[in-house]
């Protein structure tokens, strides 16, 4: 099956099994490696992209579900050579050792700084809890999150109490 | 010139170097490796515990038109790879052949153009297996009637593997016997499993051109797994290169070697191809190494007054089919004779038999610093249930009874040679932090009020860093670590190093250690491990050894070549070596400190056409190999308030404060985060991780619907202190760390927990503590935790 997706912000065209799922797709198709892939059974959240301007775990969705959607990726976190306060938190407050949850923990951070510019340690710890950390216990986690808030990162005060409908998150290349 | 101030200094909280690639998905870990031509593996395991394998068809599978290759037991046997030597000298099934021995074994490996055929042609597979009575109670499988699971093996007429004693029999049974207190405690720890959230995996690529063997692979002993290889394989050393790239975690998961890694690499010479294998997490689960496992029957003798006396242990020690535990050689058990804790005993005596299982390989892994996790959870099980019966409250107790700081190097009753500790000094500041006496008057008010909270103390004396060469081998391979430094012309410098980090950050901390030794700021020293290659040879990353051993030989390296530069120095300088003295950074003319060279300086002009003295080289570069005088003994004082709910069985870690002692701290953000994650796993273990099984043998913690890991929710803001007692035999006076608040923090929730539960009578609950095993415990009905049988 024939499908495009814009993946932080470039279109990709590919020819798919409908059953291929969109961590697959990323990692196997683009080569976008940065997401990854945990368990089996939807849990750990290593997968974590954004749909559509909404964290989603990729190994539960389809990539024939994206046609025509948006995607965004760690990859696509960045704002060309400058990091964004959520990847600056996690480096200055030791948010991740191993690395293997950050790209997907950074994710929904990122998305829940842009919901709560000033978030709460309860509602770090909400927001991340459908996300395993074998390493760091989490909490230089909810301190990055913080940190990153701090920093310049809650930029979701712009549109507080607004929900931003579907797609209209900007994506950055 | 620079002062002494302004000059770096390597120890410190520096950010880690390995977090530019980490935060922007540029990390490379097995599953990202791609190869030209690169095929896809995967695994047809066992539904079954036990049973006789009558026939494997694989004709349908072989038809599939993606499919390249299928290899079953007997493909294997006709290489000599059907079974494959284990780190405790036993043999494992690679794939089986004459029977499966428990749920989720290995029994074809098909390679196919991509993953997704390749899990297809698993499907098209047909094996007709004959059942047979499967053995899942550790506690009857030394029984007359009990099915014989190895009966490969020549003379095994039952399902023992080992007997193992420590201490002095006679001379315990003797305290026991005049003591004025004995109380005796049964206790599980649990099946439990490390659970990386990166799972297992290989890329093996076989060149036939020039018959070299490279294998990336998740391992945390690149180098032993490279000789092993070798062993097994017959393809020399040489034509091996194992690169262990970014590691998703591996907390021991990743030690040995698993039956995908050599399918992987028969896949490879079979099709001529690379052939890339990834397991899924129920994979991961099922079968590769579990944790644990043992049950203990513990005693502890007293003095009426609550002086500690004696300990005597008895254990069964579930090894599963195949006896696959990576230990030292001598120490079939691990360092499990440390169980005499953190006092002074008069006499301690430990026996442990292991048996076999239909169950998957293991017991040494998730930070257990082989089976210290399971010797600390008992001693400090043992010293509440002494306190309970003393009416004595436990930190009082243990306060009464730790060792002395005057009494280090301490010899304990089974030989172990401790070797710097403040143990009263870590144990009240723990009690300082967390307000002890306030919490107990807390407790008292809510005990009236018929609320349940408890107040769990654990402290604990790790043993890491194997290990002295003369005692402590893996399958004849020493346990010592080499390092090699180069400084390059400009002053920069090449940490080449044997172990291999999977999140612990030596990519940071060794790089300090060198800018520690000879003042170039770590920022300019690269370290480079994980290649077998490019490193030299050392047994790896587990047992936090790596700062013992790895870290020692990277200071004692720095400090050849520290050594190297002042007879350079001396040339330039022209003055006597002996005329030298040494600032971070910089040699210099005693009495003379304008008169010096900085390394750099001394780097270039090494590489100059300056003139040597005879004997001298030139360049600047040294090796070593760090042969450890003995481990490395960090300890910590852990306190534990859990609230409990009788009604539902529910508990609520409301704190956990966490005093660690691992000596000089060479990065205390990195010391602090390990605590963390450690702290995280013990919280995990004592609350709800258990890989339980039903009567058939089926595996009930199979993937993380029920092998439950804690999350944010569960896991409070850890309050960490520190106490600095360095190691007097190490270098730089650093003690490991990494897996002490593993080992450490189990029995301090199972102690606040079962402080909780005391107004109902309760004395011990078995990990983990769920809300079902709590409230069956509350209602006296205590639950079985590792079987279904209840």
Known sequence: ?173 | MTTTEERPVGFGRMPRKEDARFVRGHGTYVDDVRLPGMLHGAILRSPLAHARIVSIDTSAAEAHPKVRAVITGETLAGLGLAWMPTISYDTQAVLATDKVRFQGQEVAFVVAEDHYAARDALELIDVEYEPLPPVVDARRALDPDAPVIRDDKEGQTDNHVFDWSAGDKERTDEVFAAADVVVEQDMLYPRVHPAPLETCGTVADMDAITGKLTVWSTTQAPHAHRTLYAMVAGIPEHKIRIISPDIGGGFGNKVGIYPGYVCAVVGSIVTGKPVKWVEDRSENLMSTSFARDYHMHGEIAATKDGKIQGLRVHVIADHGAFNATAQPTQFPAGFFSVFTGSYDLAAAHCTVTGVYTDKAPGGVAYACSFRVTEAVYLVERMVDVLADKLGTDPAELRMRNLLRPGQFPYRTQTGWEYDSGDYPRALRLAMDIAHYDDLRREQAGKRERGELMGIGVSFFTEAVGAGPRKHMDILGLGMADGAELRVHPTGKAVLRISVQTQGQGHETTFAQIVAEELGIPPEDVEVVHGDTDQTPFGLGTYGSRSTPVSGAAAAMVARKVRERAKIVASAMLEVSPDDLEWEKGRWYVTGDPDQGRTMAEIALAAHSNLELPEGVEGQLDATCVYNPPNLTFPFGAYICVADVDADTGQVKIRRFVAVDDCGNRINPMIVEGQVHGGLADGLGMALMQVIAFDEDGNCLGGSFMDYLLPTSVECPSWELGETVTPSPHHPIGAKGVGESATVGSPAAVVNAVVDALKPLGVRHVDMPLTPAAVWRAAQGRPLRTDLAIT
């Open chain 1, 1 to 173: 099956m024939r499908i495009t997706v814009t993946v932080n912000g470039e279109q990709h065209t590919r020819d798919v099994e409908p059953r291929l799922l969109l961590v697959h797709f990323l990692r196997d198709e683009l080569g976008l490696t940065g997401t990854h892939w945990g368990c089996d059974t939807s849990n750990c959240g290593v997968c974590t992209v954004w749909l559509d301007g909404t964290p989603v775990k990729s190994c539960t969705v389809l990539a024939v579900m994206a046609d025509g959607h948006e995607v965004r990726t760690v990859e696509g976190l960045a704002h060309g050579a400058e990091l964004d306060p959520v990847q600056q938190g996690f480096i200055a407050c030791h948010g991740l050792q191993c690395g293997f949850c950050t790209p997907g923990m950074m994710m929904t951070a990122r998305w829940l700084l842009d919901h709560n510019a000033d978030p709460s340690e309860e509602d770090i710890r909400e927001a991340i809890s459908g996300q395993v950390c074998r390493c760091t216990g989490y909490e230089n986690i909810v301190r990055a999150i913080r940190w990153a808030a701090e920093h310049g990162g809650g930029r979701g005060t712009a549109d507080a109490g607004t929900e931003p409908a579907p797609g209209r998150e900007e994506v950055r290349a």
